[in-house]
C-alpha cells in the first residue's frame, strides 16, 4: 500500500492504495468520476485518456503512484459550470459521438491535439494525430469534423481571453 | 418550433451526458456490499475436466466464494438455448449440444468458463481465479470449417454428428439447374466471408443483486433488448422468475448484435449474488470480449451465377458452409438461413434460385448476428458476383446491374422475399454521379503513368430490417414475436413520457422518438422524454437490432400517439362543444377549425387527470398504449462505389473516394442518419481491409487483443460522400426503412471490387492487407 496525494480537477486528492492501482480504478472506483472509462487491456483505444499537468495520458497504464504529486483533468472537469468546453460543445453539434463509450477519452485526447498544434490543423493531421483512440460507432467522419471545428472555437476563445 | 420535428437534424438530447462524463454504463454502477467476479477459463479449445481444485483458491484475501459448473448443473440451472429452429432438407430438426453457462465436463473453446470466484475486489478475484487449478485431458481440435467437416474430424457435441448442425436448402434446386442448363455464360467463384469480433467498445458487464426478502433479483446488464434477456433467463434458464426478474441496459457502449444474446455472464451473475447473498459484479476485459462475446460472418461459399445471351441473370445456385462456433447463440442458426438466403436475389430480377446452407459446429467462439446479420453475407456473395460476371463477360459493371435490375414493385423473389418499393436506378445514378465515373477512365490512365494501380469497385446492396411479422417469423422456426410496443404518458401538465421496448445503444433514440411525437403535437422536443431499457418501468418490448426501432418502434409509437390524440380530441370537443371531427392539432393546441376557439395541451391533459368535466363513460387520464406487429419487412437500398489506388511495390491500397447513396425510406433526423451510415461503413471497410479473427489449428484465438485485432482507426478511413435517394416504406405509418446496417452491408463488396478492378483478377480474400494485396498482384503477373 501508498500514500498518494494528487490533485483532481482542481481537488486536492488523497488515497492509500496498493502499489498496483491504475489511475483509472483510483478515478472510477475510489472517487467515482465514472466518466473515464476503460476499454481495452493494452494501452490501444485511448477510451480512458486523461491530462496529467496538461498532457493527455492514457491512464489504464499509469499506476497511480505515478500520477503523485500530479494534476489530473478528467472529463468531468473541463466544462465551466454549464458551459461546455468548446471541444464538447463541437462534438454535440457535429454529432461526434453515438454510443458515447468513447467520447470522453477522445474529448480528451482532441483538446491535446488542438493545444499541440496551436489550432493549425487539417483533416490528415487530425486522422493521424487520433491514431491513439479507437471509435466502433462514428467511423470518425464526425469525430473528424468536431476536431476541426473546436480548433477554429478554442482559437476564439483563446483570443477572447 | 416544426424545426425539431421529422426531417430535421437536431442535435442529440443523450449528448449532454456523455460528452460531460454523466453517461452511467452498467460497470459505472455501484452497489452496497457489492463483490467482483473473475472467470476461470479454458486454456483449451476442446478438452475434459478431470478435475477443479478450489481450496488454494477459496483460501487467498478477499474471497467469498469460488462456484464450479457442476454446481451450477446441481441447482438445475437450464443450459443455454438458440431460439430459432431450423430444419434440415430431410425434415429432421437442427442438432443442438448442450451449452451449460460453466462447462461441468467438456469445454469446447478457449475461454469456456469452468468456474468463478466471488471477492471482496476485482484484483483479488483476479488473483484468485488464477489459483483455481483445473486438470483437463486435451481433446483433438477442429478450429474452422473445413477441419470440422473432414472425414476424421473430432466430434464437438454427441448430439451433432459430423459436427453438422443443420442441412438447410431454399428455392427450387430443379428448375434452377435446368436454367444452368440452358446458359450462355456461367460465373462461378469460391467467396470466403471471414470472421470478426464485434468489438463495441464497452466491454460486456453484468450487476447482479438478490433481495432475500422479496425473493427478487435486479440486473443491470450491457443488453440490446432487457426486455428478452429477462424471459430467456426466467423461462429457459431457470435463474429466476420472471416477475421477480427486474433487467436494466443502462447506457450501453455499442452493441452492433454483440449484446441481443444472454450469455453465460449474466445468469453466472445471478446465481452467484443468491448463493453468497452479495451483490456481483463482472465486466469482461478486452481479451475475454475477444474470446466470448459472439462473432461475426464466417462464411466458405461455392457461387455459380448463370446468364442468358443477353447477359439477363437467369440462374443463381449457392452452397454455404458456416461456422457456428462451438455453441449454438441465441439467434445463430437464423443468420445463414432465413437472414442471409433469403437476401441472394440482391437488387435483382432471377428467376430462379437454390441455396444450400451447411451449419457446423468448430472449437471456436460462438457465431453470431453482428452488423448486417446474414445480409453483408449475402451482399458479398451477389456484388462479387456481380463484378466478376461484369469482367468476364466484358461488360460495363454498373450497366450489368443496371440491366438486371428488379424495376416492379411489389416483387416477389424466389427466395421468400417480397419487396415492397425501390428505385434501384436512381441509387446507382445517385452513385454514378457523385463518384464522377466518367471521368475514371483519365484519373486511372494517369495513376498508372505514375506507377499506381487504380480501380473502382461497385455495390448495389438490398437488405431487410424491421423482422416481420410475428406471424411469419413464427413459421419459419423464430421462438419470439417481432412486435413493438409504447406507451405514450402525457402528464397532467403537458409534458410527454414515451416509453418503448427498444433500446439505444448510440442510435440516439431519446432524440428521433422525440421528434416523432414532437412533430405530430407541433410541441419542442425538451417537452418530450424517452424512457427504455427497465423492465420494471416499460411494459414489454423485443429491443433493438437489426434496424427495427424505426421501423417497428417508431410505428408502434404512432399508433399508441393516434390513441392518445383522438382521446384527447373527444375531450376538447365536449369541453368546447364542438364535433370531434372539427378538431385540429397545431402547435401544441386543440383548435376547432375555422374559429378561434382552441385548448392548449397542458389544458386537455390536466382535465384529463382532473376529471371534473370529460364525456359520459370516458376514462380518466391520458395514457394510452399500443403494439405494433408490422405486416412485412423493411427493404433499404442502395450504391456504394468505392475507388482506390494501390501502390503496386508495397500492397497498400488508399482510397481516392467512397460513395454512398442510400434508399432509407424517410429520415427522421438526416444527421443521425448519416452518423448510422458512416459507422457502418466504418465496420465493413474494416472487414475488407483489416479485421480477421485468426484462430490457429490447435483452437487459440490469436487475435486477442487490440495489438493484434486491426480495428480502423481514424487514419485508416476516408471521409465519406453521402446522398439519399428515397422511396417510401408502404409497410409502415412514418415510411421508414432502416437505416442502421447498410453501411457494413454495402461497404465491403464496394472495397474489394475496387482492389480487384484495379489488379485485374478476383484471387483475393479478406482482409485484403498490403500483404494480401501485394501477393495478389505478384500472382498475377506471374500468371502472366
Ligand atoms: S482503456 Fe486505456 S487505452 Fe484502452
Ligand atoms: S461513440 Fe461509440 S465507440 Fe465512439
Redesign the pocket.
Known amino acids: 500500500m501508498s500514500s498518494v496525494k494528487l490533485t483532481v480537477n482542481g481537488k486536492a486528492v488523497s488515497a492509500d492504495v496498493e502499489d498496483r492501482t491504475l489511475l483509472?480504478h483510483l478515478l472510477r472506483d475510489h472517487l467515482g468520476l465514472t466518466g473515464t472509462?476503460?476499454?481495452?487491456?493494452?494501452?490501444?483505444?485511448?477510451?480512458?485518456?486523461v491530462h496529467i499537468d496538461g498532457r493527455a495520458v492514457?491512464?489504464?497504464?499509469t499506476l497511480v503512484g505515478q500520477a503523485n504529486g500530479a494534476n489530473v483533468t478528467t472529463i468531468e472537469g473541463i466544462s465551466k459550470g454549464d458551459t461546455l468546453h468548446p471541444m464538447q460543445a463541437a462534438f454535440r453539434d457535429n454529432h461526434g459521438l453515438q454510443c458515447g463509450y468513447c467520447t470522453p477519452?477522445m474529448i480528451m485526447s482532441a483538446i491535446d491535439i488542438v493545444h499541440r498544434h496551436q489550432g493549425d490543423l487539417d483533416e490528415a493531421t487530425v486522422r493521424h494525430e487520433l491514431e491513439?483512440n479507437?471509435c466502433r460507432c462514428t467511423g470518425y467522419h464526425n469525430i473528424v469534423k468536431s476536431v476541426l471545428d473546436a480548433a477554429g472555437r478554442m482559437k476564439v476563445a483563446a483570443a477572447a481571453e | 418550433m416544426m424545426s425539431e420535428g421529422i426531417g430535421a437534424r437536431v442535435v442529440r438530447k443523450e449528448d449532454k451526458r456523455f460528452i460531460t462524463g454523466k453517461g452511467k454504463y452498467t460497470d459505472d454502477v455501484r452497489l452496497h456490499g457489492m463483490t467482483y467476479a473473475s472467470f476461470v477459463r479454458s486454456p483449451h479449445a476442446h478438452a475434459k475436466i478431470k478435475s477443479i481444485d478450489v481450496e488454494a483458491a477459496k483460501a487467498m484475501p478477499g474471497v467469498v466464494d469460488v462456484l464450479t459448473g457442476q454446481q451450477l448443473v446441481d441447482d438445475k440451472i437450464g443450459n443455454l438455448i438458440c431460439g430459432w429452429m431450423i430444419h434440415s432438407k430431410d425434415g429432421t430438426p437442427m442438432k443442438m449440444g448442450a451449452w451449460p453457462a460453466m462447462a461441468p465436463e467438456t469445454v469446447r473453446f478457449v475461454g469456456n468458463a469452468v468456474a468463478v470466484v466471488i471477492a471482496e475486489t476485482r484484483n483479488q478475484a483476479r488473483d484468485a481465479a488464477e489459483a483455481v487449478e483445473v486438470a483437463y485431458e486435451e481433446l483433438p481440435v477442429a478450429a474452422d470449417i473445413r477441419a470440422a467437416i473432414a472425414p476424421d474430424a473430432p466430434q464437438i457435441h454427441p448430439e451433432a454428428p459430423g459436427n453438422v448442425i443443420y442441412d438447410w436448402t431454399i428455392g427450387d434446386e430443379a428448375a434452377t439447374n435446368e436454367a444452368f442448363k440452358k446458359a450462355a455464360n456461367v460465373v462461378a467463384m469460391d467467396i470466403v466471408n471471414n470472421r470478426l469480433s464485434p468489438n463495441a467498445m464497452e466491454p460486456r458487464a453484468a450487476v447482479a443483486e438478490y433481495d432475500p426478502a422479496e425473493e427478487h433479483f435486479t440486473l443491470y446488464t450491457t443488453s440490446q433488448n432487457p426486455h428478452v434477456a429477462r424471459l430467456v433467463l426466467s423461462a429457459f434458464y431457470n435463474v429466476a422468475q420472471e416477475h421477480k426478474l427486474r433487467v436494466i441496459a443502462p447506457d450501453v457502449g455499442g452493441g452492433f448484435g454483440s449484446k441481443i444474446f444472454i450469455y453465460p455472464e449474466e445468469m453466472v451473475a445471478l446465481w452467484a449474488s443468491k448463493r453468497t447473498g452479495r451483490p456481483v459484479k463482472w465486466t469482461s476485459d478486452?481479451t475475454e470480449a475477444f474470446l466470448t462475446d459472439a462473432h461475426g460472418r464466417d462464411h466458405l461459399t461455392k457461387a455459380e451465377m448463370a446468364f442468358d445471351k443477353d447477359n439477363k441473370i437467369i440462374g443463381l445456385r449457392v452452397k454455404t458452409h458456416a461456422n457456428l462456433g462451438a455453441y449454438m447463440s441465441l439467434f445463430s442458426s437464423s443468420v445463414p438461413t432465413y437472414l442471409y438466403a433469403t437476401l441472394l436475389s440482391g437488387q435483382y430480377n432471377i428467376p430462379n434460385i437454390f441455396a444450400e446452407v451447411v451449419s457446423v459446429y468448430t472449437n471456436t467462439a460462438p457465431v453470431d448476428a453482428y452488423r448486417g446479420a446474414g445480409r453483408p453475407e449475402a451482399s458479398f456473395v451477389m456484388e462479387r458476383l456481380m463484378e466478376t460476371a461484369a469482367r468476364q463477360l466484358k461488360v460495363d459493371p454498373a450497366e450489368l446491374r443496371r440491366k438486371n435490375f428488379i424495376t416492379q414493385f411489389p416483387h416477389q423473389t424466389p427466395v421468400i422475399m417480397a419487396y415492397d418499393t425501390g428505385d434501384f436506378g436512381a441509387s446507382l445514378d445517385a452513385a454514378l454521379k457523385a463518384a464522377d465515373y466518367a471521368g475514371f477512365p483519365a484519373r486511372k490512365a494517369k495513376a498508372k503513368a505514375e506507377g499506381k494501380l487504380r480501380g473502382i469497385g461497385f455495390s448495389c446492396y438490398i437488405e431487410a430490417c424491421g423482422i416481420a411479422p410475428s406471424k411469419a417469423v413464427g413459421s419459419l422456426g423464430a421462438g419470439v414475436g417481432l412486435w413493438e410496443s409504447c406507451e405514450v404518458r402525457v402528464n397532467p401538465v403537458g409534458t410527454i413520457e414515451i416509453l418503448t421496448g427498444s433500446h439505444s445503444h448510440g442510435q440516439g433514440h431519446e432524440t428521433t422518438f422525440a421528434q416523432v411525437v414532437a412533430d405530430r403535437l407541433g410541441i419542442p422536443t425538451s417537452q418530450v422524454s424517452i424512457v427504455h431499457g427497465d423492465t420494471d418501468k416499460v411494459q414489454f418490448g423485443m429491443g433493438t437490432y437489426g434496424s427495427r426501432s424505426g421501423a417497428v418502434g417508431m410505428s408502434a409509437i404512432v399508433k399508441a400517439m393516434e390513441k392518445v390524440e383522438a382521446k384527447a380530441k373527444k375531450i376538447v370537443a365536449h369541453q368546447l362543444e364542438a364535433s370531434e371531427n372539427d378538431i385540429v392539432i397545431e402547435n401544441g393546441e386543440f383548435k376547432v377549425t375555422g374559429t378561434d376557439k382552441k385548448i392548449a395541451l397542458p389544458m386537455v391533459a390536466l382535465a384529463a387527470y382532473t376529471a371534473h368535466n370529460l364525456p359520459d363513460g370516458m376514462e380518466p387520464g391520458l395514457k394510452e398504449t399500443a403494439f405494433y406487429d408490422p405486416t412485412n419487412f423493411t427493404f433499404p437500398a442502395g450504391a456504394y462505389i468505392c475507388e482506390v489506388e494501390i501502390d503496386p511495390g508495397t500492397g497498400k491500397t488508399e482510397f481516392v473516394n467512397f460513395v454512398a447513396a442510400d434508399d432509407f425510406g424517410r429520415l427522421i433526423n438526416p444527421m443521425i442518419v448519416e452518423g448510422q451510415v458512416h459507422g457502418g461503413l466504418a465496420q465493413g471497410i474494416g472487414q475488407a481491409l483489416l479485421e480477421h479473427a485468426v484462430y490457429d489449428k490447435s483452437g487459440q484465438l490469436v487475435t486477442a487483443s487490440?495489438m493484434d485485432y486491426a480495428m480502423p482507426r481514424a487514419d485508416d478511413l476516408p471521409s465519406f460522400k453521402l446522398s439519399h435517394t428515397t422511396t417510401l416504406c408502404p409497410g409502415n405509418p412514418l415510411g421508414i426503412k432502416g437505416c442502421g446496417e447498410a453501411g457494413a452491408i454495402g461497404s465491403t463488396p464496394a472495397v474489394i471490387n475496387a482492389i480487384t478492378d484495379a489488379i485485374g483478377h478476383d484471387r483475393i480474400t479478406m482482409p485484403a492487407s498490403p500483404n494480401e494485396v501485394w501477393h495478389a498482384i505478384h500472382q498475377k503477373q506471374a500468371a502472366e
Open positions: 483509472v472509462h476503460v476499454g481495452c487491456d493494452t494501452s490501444q483505444c485511448g477510451a480512458c485518456i492514457k491512464s489504464c497504464t477519452g491513439g479507437i | 478486452r487490440f
